[in-house]
């Protein structure tokens, strides 16, 4: 195992920058996750707790650049890894949960067994086995020219994009590949099948952080990698309540005060963004240019098996999991498509979009609430998710369910010379998690005015279309798409007939929302080539899903249910559909909170835009067809005017 861990750990060592190591991608620290196993702290000793869980991984993240700095050593005596990284994290980490438990039965009784969490391994990571030139190549973007990355961020040695930690082309699957495993469900009569948009824009003022004021309040830097946020413009680790309800928003209508966050998607295109040289960008691996999306839709729904109830205020609701990777898949929330392609979502796969369509992320939030908390320890056991046939557990009440819907133009990245043309993309992560697609999350905290809240419960439950930006003529959760694609859903592989036939990985009722047939790559009999990488060129004949947008089932928990998504088995998948374009509107300055222990200044850096929605290139990429046609129409008029003449 040392071998294939550490093989390549010596590529390209000469790139690097003073105080700046290389991560390894064939290798990945594994901690058991000390927050999952909290479910019940007191409430006085939450504060505490929260920022010693913050420490834990900061540790790691330390734990994992000591594993480059020590590459080379480690390659020649693999006990070194031991003694230079596991040994000490181990230590330190015994002391952090020493301090957890101290805090707990200071005010309570106090845990037991939480030392053993103390344990941590290096992994194997998969990276590696993707080797160059056999069409999985595991390196970055610029293959052999691996001079896109100064001061330390090499873009291109060793295996994976993102300085070199991921991702790597097995990441990826062509969307075409995957048969569709979105279906609807039927409705009771008392479903409320109402829905309630927010439009919110897409962060087009660029307002990022790497905090996480839910997981880690109080703790700069609690997320180590960048969030895009929209809506609240005050939302750091320090934000108060207060602070929060008294911020500015980017909701168009202004009593949404709520906060929307997720991680930022980059490009591995060599692009330095502000954070290259800072804690949770740069020297956490996360490296490259900041995508802003093209379409960001926040649409509520409501339950399938009856009417919800008003959200508390300032519920917060994590859903996903960002340790997914090292964690398993119990709390993995992730799903990712292409527009026109919506009714099949993959969960552990970036998608190879065709020429003209886009990337989708979308995420389901948990909607089930206990009626009492707004959060818990472990920001997870005061939300459920409902079972396949929409029902809450028991002492559970639906409330409505944030469907958020991420579009991005970016383009099918080129597998086969390791993004060199076309270059890779990933969302941010933990530096250890590897930018895996699976350990995509997003975060919300209600800061609704309760009049509007209460708005959105009557819109819902009295099956209406109610919020600003519902009239935009996007498509709503549960109707059928307007159109389905050119090309037809499933071409490809198949021995090269392109039809689908049962047993290729088409999802089968009973089966657990399927991610379809990943294995078979043959020719689609079409002329396309083989390779996903090389999208078509064929367009589809639209942009409007050719099914539901829906996510597929997390993990092996029971999944929650849309109005508009059916079960599947032991799984279901939920859709959300979208509401208008969510963006062009007019957004506030970024707003900083004025009692933040010091933070106001540092915040103010933090959230300078780091990358700008649109350019020379992309406005005239929009103004030329308007040119052509008026050019045409003058035409048209000369052309008349001869034609009445004679």
């Not at 003694?83 to 952090?96: F, G, M």
């Amino acid at each position: 195992m040392a071998a294939n861990v550490y093989a390549s750990a010596t590529e390209d060592d000469a790139v690097g920058g003073a105080g700046q190591a290389r991560v390894l991608g064939g290798a990945t620290i594994d901690c058991p996750d000390v927050a999952t196993n909290l479910t019940t702290v007191p409430e006085e000793a939450r504060p505490d707790v929260d920022k010693e869980l913050a420490a834990l991984d900061e540790q790691i993240a330390q734990a994992y650049q000591r594993l480059g700095e020590s590459a080379q050593a480690i390659q020649q005596d693999p006990g070194v890894a031991d003694d230079k990284v596991i040994d000490p994290l181990e230590k330190e980490r015994s002391a952090t949960l020493e301090r957890i438990a101290a805090a707990m039965e200071e005010e309570g009784d106090r845990p037991e067994g939480l030392g053993e969490l103390a344990d941590c391994s290096v992994r194997d990571s998969g990276n590696a086995s993707a080797q160059p030139g056999d069409g999985q190549d595991g390196n970055g973007r610029q293959g052999d020219q691996g001079e896109g990355g100064d001061n330390g961020q090499d873009q291109g040695g060793g295996n994976g994009g993102q300085a070199g930690n991921g991702p790597v082309a097995a990441d990826f699957v062509d969307i075409k590949s995957v048969q569709p495993n979105v279906v609807k469900p039927d409705p009771t009569a008392d479903a409320s099948k109402g829905t309630f948009v927010s439009s919110c824009g897409v962060n087009e003022n660029g307002l990022f952080n790497s905090d996480n004021v839910i997981a880690a309040p109080g703790v700069a830097n609690g997320a180590h990698h960048f969030h895009d946020y929209i809506g609240n413009q005050a939302t750091n680790a320090f934000s108060s309540d207060d602070q929060l309800a008294a911020a500015d928003t980017s909701c168009e209508d202004q009593g949404d005060k709520s906060s929307y966050y997720w991680p930022v998607l980059r490009l591995q295109n060599g692009t330095e963004e502000q954070d290259a040289d800072s804690p949770g960008g740069g020297i956490e691996g996360n490296v490259g240019e900041i995508v802003t999306p093209k379409e960001v839709t926040l649409t509520f729904v409501g339950n399938p098996r009856g009417e919800v109830t008003a959200m508390p205020r300032l519920l917060r609701i994590i859903t996903g999991d960002a340790k997914s990777f090292v964690n398993g898949p119990a709390n993995a929330n992730a799903s990712w498509s292409c527009t026109g392609f919506e009714d099949r979502q993959l969960e552990d796969k970036y998608p190879l979009c065709p020429q003209g369509s886009d990337v989708v992320r979308t995420f389901d939030f948990q909607s089930c609430w206990d009626g009492r908390n707004t959060d818990s320890a472990n920001h997870r056991t005061h939300m459920a998710f409902m079972d396949a046939q929409g029902n809450c557990p028991s002492g559970f009440t639906p409330v409505p369910q944030l469907v958020q819907r991420i579009v991005y133009d970016v383009d099918a990245p080129s597998l086969n010379d390791g993004g060199a043309t076309t270059p890779l993309f990933a969302v941010d992560s933990f530096p250890e998690q590897l930018h895996k697609p699976g350990t995509d999350h997003g975060d919300f905290i209600n800061v609704f005015d309760e009049d509007l809240m209460q708005e959105m419960v009557d819109c819902i439950n009295s099956g209406r279309t109610c919020g600003v930006g519902a009239g935009d003529g996007g498509e709503q959760p549960g109707e059928d798409p307007k159109e389905e694609p050119t090309e037809a859903p499933g071409e490809g592989g198949n021995g090269g007939n392109g039809a689908e036939q049962p047993g290729d990985g088409a999802a089968q009722p009973g089966d657990k929302g399927g991610k379809g047939d990943k294995g078979d790559k043959g020719g689609d009999g079409d002329g396309r080539p083989e390779n996903p990488s090389e999208p078509p060129a064929e367009a589809p004949a639209t942009e409007e899903p050719a099914g539901d947008d829906a996510t597929t089932p997390p993990g092996d928990k029971q999944p929650e249910v849309r109005a508009s998504v059916a079960p599947k088995g032991d799984g279901a998948a939920g859709a959300g559909g979208q509401q208008g374009d969510g963006a062009g509107q007019e957004t506030p300055g970024v707003g900083t909170a004025a009692d933040d222990a010091g933070r106001q200044a540092a915040a103010a850096d933090a959230t300078e835009p780091q990358t700008v929605g649109g350019g020379l290139a992309e406005t005239g990429a929009q103004l030329w067809p308007a040119a052509a046609g008026a050019v045409l129409v003058i035409a048209g008029f000369v052309l008349l005017r001869r034609v009445r003449r004679t």
